[in-house]
């Protein structure tokens, strides 16, 4: 049975009244979570939609849109969240939106709490971040016909609206750069781990140096977790290898990697820029008090914030959405990067 | 008249029919923005309730909870928004809320918002943060009587639920702290401007201070804008006073103010620590990588998100809530503010 399924299906299958059934789907019934699980359940099972255009489970529009992130680990700043914040909540306020937050729960299933705001019809929406292949957010939204849009790409197949971030040309405008200030010996520390935006970040370097003429050595090209502990290790081990093959600067695909990176070239004695290049990613706040100040990559987070919004709302309304965007980031050059300081 | 009005009054006094008045105040009218300006108008002057315990003019409960913020300059970090979001996101799911964002306009009238929310139901009450003496909001939600909890206090005589840092403890905790490492001439970098949370910082210094039989040459003490700029200026100043009078440390109010005083006094010469002593406030997130890494005092935010959000959820739900607790920051000791590294 598929397509035609009828709330009396519904409630057949689930063994619930047609009224509750009903209530339920409206978000206006508290029933036990056992009894709301066998609704849902089969309303999955029969792929129930209350009209035939599949435009979710809700009487009313909530005027919400669901976001939630990863929380940093305290002790490392979050360099995004309180830019794109207010750009997405200026912008949704703006045509009479409220942004819902939800935290991200590490159960089985990640999805559980996207499937709950969308069929309650919670939120009208959702912004969709911290992308990767395979996303099952992506799968359970568009089998649910839900709205949303993405901060970022999954499989290259895959077809969502999304607004995303250059990373391969960012990294590329990086590594060129240290190029530029006359290295030819680079390192590169990226994240271990499957991850578009990483590949993507990643693939900024090996484009660079290829476009430079210029050899990879096996041994520069590191993958490691996201964090400064990780970022000292590598570099001491970068900084280990015999003097022929020993990189005189190290790319990264993010600021926490090369915060590490100059501490362990500073304890190895280095001075940061002048003897040793090192460029981050994001443009954290704050790195430019850093010692020295670090070169990064700044994204354009108000500008993603209002395009991601302009473009959720448009889907909400049935409105005709512009094409999804991949916005370049912009090389922020200082100290950490720069042989004559 | 008051106490006493009913809606018919109200009908009356704005112009409008009973029905529209009756959906209007119940959120499911689409009316002019006139129209509705002059129903609440109307339910202002005539202190209209729509029952005798005040409980707002809600017909049914939203499940969320309001929450903004001022978001900082791009280029500056958010000390405490990750942690603090995260927190309370978490504690309002665990109870089956969810946080509601929304921007605060530079307006006129900064409660605008706010009574837009409460009236219109959109959400069941709110967390009010960035206090300060006289504040618009408490007023306004104490006269709609409608749920909130602040993150900091008000005037000494307002009477309302909070969660609070113990702002004057810290200070003074970082003060004797930089008095035990050998410092008798301590400066102090406050903000300007009218401030319960600053004046609180601030006399913690001068508690300190006394308590260790210190005298405060009246050059010590500097009020400013809390950002690098002005605390890199004000500790040059600091640092042009004749040799006997010169201080050899300081105490700020944020890690903003103590990032400028420690580039200034790395500028002058000075090694940072054993020379010259410097603490922040906030333990931003990433300071502990600074050159060198910056003494401050760290709020306990996942506890402080949590009781604010345990009390506000029992105040929307009618139950007793707990006395109002002021919590103690953590000094945390790094390179900055130690005479021996």
């Known amino acids: 049975m598929d397509k035609k399924a ?15 059934v009903s209530k339920v789907l409206n978000g206006k019934a508290n029933v036990s979570a056992e009894t709301e699980r066998a609704i849902w359940q089969a309303v999955e099972d029969l792929d129930y939609r209350t009209n035939a255009a599949g435009r979710n489970l809700r009487t009313q529009a909530s005027r919400l849109i669901g976001y939630t992130w990863t929380p ?3 002790w490392q700043p979050n360099p995004i969240l309180d830019s794109f914040l207010s750009s997405t909540i200026e912008a949704a306020d703006a045509a009479g939106y409220h942004l819902l937050l939800f935290p991200t729960h590490n159960t089985d299933d990640e999805t559980e709490t996207y499937r709950t705001l969308a069929r309650t019809g919670r939120v009208d929406g959702f912004i969709v971040a911290s992308m990767d292949y395979d996303d099952p957010r992506v799968l359970l939204l568009q089998k649910l016909n839900f709205p949303f849009v993405a901060f970022g790409r999954a499989n290259a197949d895959w077809e969502f609206p999304f607004v995303d971030v250059d990373g391969r040309a960012g990294v ?16 590169l520390l990226a994240w271990d781990g499957r991850s578009r935006t990483g590949d993507a970040r990643r693939n900024g370097y090996f484009q660079a140096m290829e476009e430079a003429g210029l050899s990879i050595n096996q041994d520069w090209v590191i993958q490691l977790p996201g964090d400064v502990e990780a970022g000292i290790e590598a570099t001491k081990t970068l900084l280990s290898l015999p003097a022929p093959q020993r990189p005189t600067a190290v790319v990264t695909v993010d600021d926490q990697l090369a915060i590490g990176a100059m501490r ?3 304890s190895a004695g280095l001075l940061v820029g002048p003897d040793f290049g090192v460029t981050g990613f994001d ?6 008090h850093y010692s020295p100040p ?13 395009e991601i919004v302009m473009r959720l709302i448009a889907l909400i309304e049935g409105r005709t959405i512009p094409e999804s965007i991949i916005l370049p980031p912009k090389l922020v050059v200082r100290g950490s990067s720069l042989r004559s300081q």
Chains 1, 2 share one sequence.
Do not use: F, M, N
């Open 6 to 20: 009828t709330l009396k299906d519904v409630a057949a299958k689930s063994g619930v009244s047609y009224q509750t």
């Open 294 to 306: 670090l070169t990064s990559l700044r994204q354009p987070l108000h500008e993603i914030g209002r």
């Open 72 to 74: 940093a680990p305290p």
């Open 264 to 266: 362990a070239a500073q």
């Open 283 to 288: 443009d954290t706040p704050g790195i430019q």
């Open 172 to 187: 590329a405008a990086a590594t060129r750069h240290l190029i530029e200030q006359g290295h030819t010996r680079l390192a």
